[in-house]
């Protein structure tokens, strides 16, 4: 019964290198989220998915892009990493909204750019 | 764009006394969904309670309730008979049927029970 699924939990990045965040989840959810958490901001929506082949841009999308080539699968890029991308990243996944299910979150990730 | 606020940046709660955190939301949508999440120290997202807008009764969870008024746009979480268990971010959060699906967040109060 695993729900969501983050790797890696920690990592260090220097400036301007990139790195991928994988996010899976094994409860057939048809969508997917990134979101990064910041003290005193709440969480905040990076990028989103709502089917296997499709994303959206979320409140905070630049520098960070997606892909989900696999509906159990949501992929967070990196491509130049800043001292300003460092925080938490959650993924979370639900049921469509039509039904209003909360969120399974993973269990986060935590990213420090030096 | 919705919008919801947590004007209690920390709390502070007498261990089994009961305390409310506060939430206001706005949204001009009249199918929504409101959400409380626990975040303990170890950093994982716990769901806690859910409130639909056309639930006529307020959502109860065990020690949890929601204080839900819909035409003040609050979304109140009741704690009673707090536990040292408890200290914790607290996060409101709401999900509206039609607007893309994904759901905005709270900036979170820390609780902290005093034994």
């Known amino acids: 019964n695993a729900g969501v699924t983050q790797t890696p939990k920690f990592r260090v990045l220097k400036t301007g290198q990139s790195m991928t965040l994988l996010c899976a989840q094994d409860m057939n959810h048809e969508y997917m989220y990134w979101y990064r958490q910041d003290p005193g901001m709440g969480l905040r929506l990076i990028h989103y998915s709502v089917g296997e082949g499709t994303t959206a841009k979320g409140e905070v999308p630049d520098g960070y892009n997606v892909s989900r080539l696999k509906k159990q699968n949501f992929l967070l890029g990196l491509e130049s990493a800043a001292p300003s991308q460092t925080s938490v990243y959650f993924c979370?996944?639900?049921?469509?909204?039509?039904?209003?299910?909360?969120?399974?979150f993973g269990s986060g990730t935590r990213l420090t750019v030096v | 764009a919705q919008k919801i606020t947590q004007t209690q940046p920390g709390m502070f709660v007498q261990e089994k006394e009961a305390v409310t955190l506060d939430c206001t939301y706005d949204?001009?949508?009249?199918?929504?969904?409101l959400f409380w999440y626990k975040q303990p120290s170890s950093g994982e997202m716990i769901f806690l309670i859910y409130q639909g807008s056309y639930d006529e009764q307020n959502a109860t969870e065990g020690r949890y309730s929601l204080n839900f008024q819909k035409a003040r746009k609050s979304a109140n979480l009741v704690i009673s008979a707090s536990q040292l268990g408890d200290s914790a971010m607290y996060f409101c959060a709401m999900r509206e049927v039609y607007n893309n699906n994904d759901m905005r967040f709270g900036a979170g109060t820390r609780l902290t029970v005093k034994p």
């Open positions: 979370a996944s639900s049921y469509s909204s039509l039904r209003l299910y909360g969120y399974t």
């Open positions: 949204t001009s949508d009249q199918s929504y969904g």
